[in-house]
Structure formats: structure tokens, C-alpha cells
């Protein structure tokens, strides 16, 4: 399995709700990422969990609440939004080493969830 | 301190014609580098990647680059382009010191072709 899954792949919500992003896989990464892209835009860091911990929060709001349960999964727990939060989430994921070699250093991307806040 | 430069915000070429995408970096350290290509409503696939090896990489889908330390580039091409190439395209630059370092993206070129 070479795959990041991303769940839902759309997903609408008003902003008094509570919803989740879901991002799995099974390729043994320890290292996993979230990331906020806009529209013709390039994305942009928002979490880092490196063997189950949270090991970068690039100052995101605490409307966003990431989650690593396991070494497969990583949520994004979404809650009060704002309409400007609407955007593309892409989860990824990389094989974690300090090796400089073919594979060692290369982000696995998922197809993203697109959230609209309406 | 890194930083990638993408110097064509929109590239358009004719189906069977070469493409460049042009891609410059600038890093403290010995960076990694990688193309990634991202089609509409999708999320993003690695094209090739630089990591120290040799300095012509060849990719997916018949794209190559070539890593110049001299110039700090590394400029993304295809002898002939196919109407599937159509999608955006980022040059990602890697500071190569530790675990958990961040990657940098340029902000992007699309790529439009036509015939």
C-alpha cells in the first residue's frame, strides 16, 4: 500500500459545527503532515507529528485541533470555522530518517479534503 | 534559511513542443529538491526529486531535471509535451538537517497546453 487516504473528500459545514478530517496510511511513515492550500496558492504547513507527537504547529488557530491517535492516522478536529477557512487540506506523509538517499526525504501526499465554511 | 523561486507564474506550450518550467533555490545547507504536479481538484504527486546523487534526474512521465549548483537552479523540462502535462506545478526546496524540517514550496506554474 503506497497510499495516503483522505476522508471526506468534500465536506461543507456552517460555523457553529464540529467536524473531522481523516488522513490514513499504512506505509509505516512516522512522520505525518497537514497542510492548508488555497485556491492557485502553494500549501502551506500547518502540523507536523513525528512518531505520534506534535512536533510543529506553525501558529494555526486553536479552531484547528490535529490528532495522531496512531503511527496510521492523523485527524484534524475543525471546529467554529470561519468562511476564510475554506481550502483544500492535504494530508502527507514520509518515511522519518535523517538519511539524505533516494525515497528517504520525499512527502507522500493525499488527495486532500476540500472544506467549504459557510 | 531557504527559499525557492518559481519564475514563470503561467507557462503555455503547444502539444509536442518542449517544455521549462524554471526553478530557482537558495539554501543554508545541502537541499534536497523536488517537483511536485498537482492536476486540478487533486492533491500532489512527486514528479522527481534531487537529493545529492547524480545532478540529472529523471522523472515520471518523461519530465527530467537538473540540478546546477553554480546557477542554483533546477530547472524542470520535457522534450514533448502532452495535453495530460496540462496542471500547476511546484519546485519544493528541503534544508537537509534533521527529522522533522519543513519543505518550502515556490508558488507555483501552471502549465497550459494547447494544440
Known amino acids: 500500500d503506497t497510499e495516503v487516504t483522505q476522508t471526506p473528500k468534500h465536506l461543507v459545514m456552517g460555523m457553529t459545527n464540529k467536524k473531522s478530517l481523516k488522513c490514513e496510511q499504512h506505509?509505516?511513515?512516522?512522520?505525518m503532515y497537514w497542510y492548508k492550500q488555497k485556491a492557485k496558492k502553494p500549501p502551506e504547513l500547518m502540523f507536523v507529528?513525528?512518531?505520534?507527537?506534535?512536533?510543529i504547529n506553525e501558529s494555526v488557530p486553536s479552531r484547528f485541533s490535529p490528532e495522531c491517535p496512531n503511527s496510521s492516522l492523523l485527524n484534524l478536529h475543525l471546529h467554529a470555522l470561519q468562511p476564510e477557512d475554506s481550502a483544500l487540506y492535504l494530508c502527507?506523509?514520509?518515511?522519518?530518517?535523517?538519511?539524505?538517499?533516494?525515497?528517504?526525504?520525499?512527502?507522500?501526499f493525499g488527495a486532500g479534503s476540500r472544506l467549504t465554511v459557510l | 534559511a531557504q527559499s525557492v523561486t518559481q519564475l514563470d507564474s503561467h507557462v503555455s506550450v503547444s502539444e509536442g513542443t518542449p517544455v521549462l518550467l524554471r526553478c530557482n533555490y537558495s539554501?543554508?545547507?545541502?537541499?534536497?529538491l523536488f517537483w511536485y504536479v498537482q492536476h486540478p481538484n487533486k492533491g500532489l504527486q512527486l514528479l522527481l526529486k534531487?537529493?545529492?546523487?547524480?545532478?540529472l534526474v529523471k522523472g515520471i512521465n518523461g519530465f527530467e531535471a537538473e540540478f546546477k549548483k553554480s546557477e542554483t537552479s533546477f530547472h524542470l523540462t520535457k522534450p514533448s509535451a502532452h495535453m495530460s502535462d496540462a496542471a500547476e506545478y511546484f519546485c519544493?526546496?528541503?534544508?537537509?538537517?534533521?527529522?522533522?524540517?519543513?519543505?518550502?514550496f515556490g508558488t507555483g506554474t501552471r502549465l497550459q497546453v494547447t494544440l
Open positions: 519544493v526546496v528541503r534544508a537537509n538537517t534533521g527529522t522533522a524540517s519543513k519543505l518550502t
Open positions: 506505509m509505516g511513515h512516522r512522520a
Open positions: 502527507a506523509s514520509k518515511r522519518q530518517t535523517t538519511e539524505i538517499s533516494s525515497g528517504a526525504n520525499v512527502l507522500t
Open positions: 539554501s543554508s545547507y545541502s537541499p534536497s
Open positions: 507529528y513525528s512518531y505520534e507527537k506534535l512536533s
Open positions: 534531487y537529493t545529492s546523487a547524480a545532478t
